[in-house]
């Protein structure tokens, strides 16, 4: 039996405000400087009719990335296609980073000629970085940067210093981009799988990252100090659990990892914006050395998965408020899953977590997601290279030009077949933008509206959730010549019920 809901947007409760650019985006290290990341999966591995599985190695997870990734040549960052639909986000912020940014030497002299440094695992070269110098600012967006801390700028011993890091935050403000935010570094709770020198504990960490903070102030006082960017731990769901009641840990995959508490209890140098990583748990690509971690496709509708980032935000919004107390919370990591994403993260199927990660965040605190990635590996808004938008870009694509930053409260408690989510009109009009997510993919969900709508309903193409193209009311969303957007005009929805089809996601404007 379908659900009936009715819609009184004349009487809902504001909740907060959140930060405009909420919806942003990483840009890996990897693409800036070239270099190895995840294989991409084959047309039918995407589709779910060939099954994708890796055999755990007795050498461990390390033996089994050799077959899991490739190289890749630098991002073309100046690529008028790439450029033209990021700028159709309207301004966001860019994160770069990643683990391999805790290991790039910054060679902007050229006097290694390509040759890595000892203890380094890449090099960025001063074209490169002027590359995302000249994205971020083509597209209006702000800029986000962890900074090298490994064993060629240091030993565990020995204290970090900021060589490497003046040559990045130098370089950009000289050229009129400045890095408007850092983190210390990329996960770093996972210590040695990081790249941090050998040796490296919490303790060190404090001790540096409160160094880096406090060189930050002193030399670069605008720039937001953002942290502690870690990922797991923390008593987080991580993945489904192991069935005994458990949650999936990160410690499967990685060694030594630690909590939030050891890398911020004692440090002396506040956090402007509290920071963490959201994955719902991790790909098929890491799915045999951590089965609990890992979610089907079958499961990717249920109400246990799409409660796993609002889950985690609820989790880190204590201790957001007891390391930053009234700053903002950014998960400056999120996807579907750990590991270069799910096979079906580049189909429709995924724009429901995507869509209820927003709603839901918004309703819980304030912030900033960053998606991963802009372009890269199988859960990026575009395809990597030929920058063809996935459905999960045109679905953020609506939510920024239609949700407002006032959040009210929906008055529907989240439930199967209709995740409700209300917020101010972006156009700043009078009125409600809503967000319906019916989930299920056997009842529709009836929804009367008090007065006349514009309807934005978005399903996969010929009723397959995993299909890799998306239609909005029924048209497929695909670029036009010269790669022109497709047209994302609603239709117009009349007072009165409305059904909204199984497995579908609608924006009302009224």
Not at 89 to 107: E, I, L, N, Q
Not at 141 to 161: D, F, M, Q, T, Y
Not at 452 to 467: C, K, Q, S, W
Request: net charge negative.
């Amino acid at each position: 039996m379908s659900q009936e809901i009715k819609l009184s947007p004349g009487s809902l409760k504001a909740l907060r405000e959140v930060n405009p650019m909420l919806m942003s985006y990483n840009v890996e290290f990897a693409e800036v400087t070239g270099g190895t990341f995840w294989k991409a999966y084959t047309p039918e591995q995407v589709a779910g009719t060939e099954e994708f599985r890796v055999e755990p190695s007795s050498e461990g997870i390390a033996a089994m990335y050799k077959d899991l990734m490739q190289v890749y040549p630098p991002i073309d960052l100046y690529n008028e296609k790439l450029r033209s639909l990021a700028r159709e986000f309207g301004p966001v912020w860019v994160r770069v980073s990643g683990t391999w940014a805790t290991k790039t030497y910054y060679d902007f002299d050229g006097t290694t000629n390509g040759k890595v440094p000892e203890g380094y695992l890449n090099v960025l070269t001063k074209e490169q970085w002027i590359g995302v110098l000249d994205f971020v600012k083509a597209i209006g967006a702000k800029l986000i940067v962890s900074v090298a801390n490994c064993p060629g700028l240091h030993s565990a011993e020995e204290p970090w210093h900021p060589a490497e890091a003046e040559k990045l935050f130098s370089l950009s403000q000289e050229y009129g981009v400045p890095v408007n935010a850092a983190e210390f570094a990329n996960e770093p709770n996972m210590m040695e799988d990081t790249g941090f020198p050998e040796g490296y504990t919490p303790e060190h960490y404090r001790r540096d990252q409160d160094l880096f903070f406090k060189w930050l102030r002193a030399n670069y006082p605008d720039c937001l100090c953002v942290g502690p960017s870690t990922t797991g731990g923390d008593d987080v769901r991580f993945g489904k659990g192991s069935g005994d009641g458990k949650a999936g840990g990160i410690e499967q995959l990685v060694r030594n990892t630690c909590n939030c508490a050891d890398l911020l209890d004692g440090t002396s140098e506040p956090l402007d914006v509290f920071s963490y990583h959201y994955y719902n748990g991790v790909s098929e690509r890491l799915a045999s050395v951590m089965p609990s971690g890992h979610w089907s496709a079958d499961e990717a509708l249920s109400e246990a998965y799409l409660a796993t980032a609002p889950d985690f935000a609820r989790t880190y919004a204590p201790m957001r408020d007891r390391y930053c107390p009234g700053g903002e919370m950014w998960v400056t990591e999120s996807g579907d899953a750990g590991g270069g994403g799910d096979t079906w993260a580049s189909t429709y199927l995924d724009v429901f977590r995507t869509l209820n990660e927003l709603g839901g965040f918004a309703s819980v605190t304030n912030g900033v997601i960053f998606h991963n990635t802009l372009a890269s590996s199988d859960y990026g808004f575009l395809a990597r290279e030929v920058f063809d938008p996935r459905p999960n870009y045109f679905a953020v694509l609506l939510w920024n030009r239609l949700m407002g930053t006032t959040v009210y409260d929906s008055a529907e408690p989240v439930r199967e077949g209709a995740h409700v989510y209300a917020h101010s009109r972006k156009d700043g009009k009078d009125g409600v933008a809503y967000l319906i997510i019916n989930n299920s993919l056997t009842e529709s969900l009836s929804v009367e509206l008090p007065k006349d709508a514009e309807r934005y309903t978005l399903a996969g193409e010929n009723g397959n959730v995993r299909a890799t193209v998306m239609t909005l009311n029924d048209k497929p969303l695909v670029l036009g010549e010269n790669n022109t957007l497709p047209d994302l005009s609603p239709v117009s929805q009349s007072a009165g019920t409305v059904e909204l089809k199984p497995g579908t996601c609608t924006f009302l404007v009224m």
